[in-house]
């Protein structure tokens, strides 16, 4: 199983960022996705899930602001981020589950700075 996460880097406050998750080694139609995220000092947190059946999820936080998708033929999940803050500051992480069996991918780095 891998999950290969990709697009963090530095970006000001109020711009975007998208990123993405390639999967491989487990039939990505049937697990759920999410990305997780975690702050330096903070744990990590849920920002976003998405299930097999397409179904979203946020965190209050970003709601509004960040939109999660998927392209189960190419066995992506994306997470769209837009008006971006200091605070969103992390490492992202890609995850996947089915039924319990979770696996998570290697993290992003998203710094959001002037």
């Known amino acids: 199983v891998q999950l290969q996460a990709s697009g963090g880097g530095l970006v000001q406050p109020g711009g975007s960022l998208r990123l993405s998750c390639a999967a491989s080694g487990f039939i990505f139609s049937i697990n759920d996705m999410a990305w997780y995220r975690q702050a330096p000092g903070k744990q990590r947190e849920l920002v976003a899930g998405i299930t097999s059946g397409g179904i979203p999820n946020y965190t209050e936080s970003v709601k509004g602001r960040f939109t999660i998708s998927r392209d189960n033929a190419k066995k992506t999940v994306a997470l769209q981020m837009n008006s971006l803050k200091p605070e969103d500051t992390a490492v992202y992480y890609c995850?996947?589950?089915?039924?319990?069996?979770?696996?998570w991918g290697q993290g992003t780095l998203v710094t959001v700075s002037s």
């Open positions: 995850q996947s589950n089915r039924l319990g069996r979770v696996y």
